[in-house]
């Protein structure tokens, strides 16, 4: 079992940046693949990026794309999302997510830091 601890989040104008750190506690976080997802007031969760357990394979929304990194310190039990010219629409709680390889769900969660974009 594995607890998620965001920290991060942040009032930020457009165009800025924010990079979000989650911690991992409980052992073997190499064997989790980590995700960040964020959920908008009054729209459903959504996918924002995942990293294989050794940080080289990501994926990302096709709104993020270009925009946000993610990464992990595996060392650090840490996974990261830096999020560069940031849009209004990009204001919401962001989570990250663990699960096993054998899993396609996330059964491991934080409990989400907010994220506030200001035009």
């Known amino acids: 079992q594995v607890q998620l601890v965001e920290s991060g989040g942040g009032l930020v104008q457009a165009g800025g940046s924010l990079r979000l750190s989650c911690a991992a506690s409980?052992?073997?976080?190499?064997?989790?693949?980590m995700g960040w997802f964020r959920r908008a007031p009054g729209k459903e969760r959504e996918f924002v990026a995942t990293i294989s357990r050794s940080g080289g394979s990501t994926n990302y929304a096709d709104s993020v794309k270009g925009r946000f990194t993610i990464s992990r310190d595996n060392a650090k039990n840490t996974v990261y999302l830096q999020m560069n010219s940031l849009k209004p629409e990009d204001t919401a709680v962001y989570y990250c997510?663990?699960?096993?390889?054998?899993?396609?769900?996330?059964?491991?969660w934080g409990q989400g830091t907010q994220v506030t974009v200001s035009s």
């Open positions: 997510a663990a699960r096993m390889l054998t899993r396609i769900e996330y059964d491991y």
């Open positions: 409980g052992r073997y976080f190499s064997n989790y693949v």
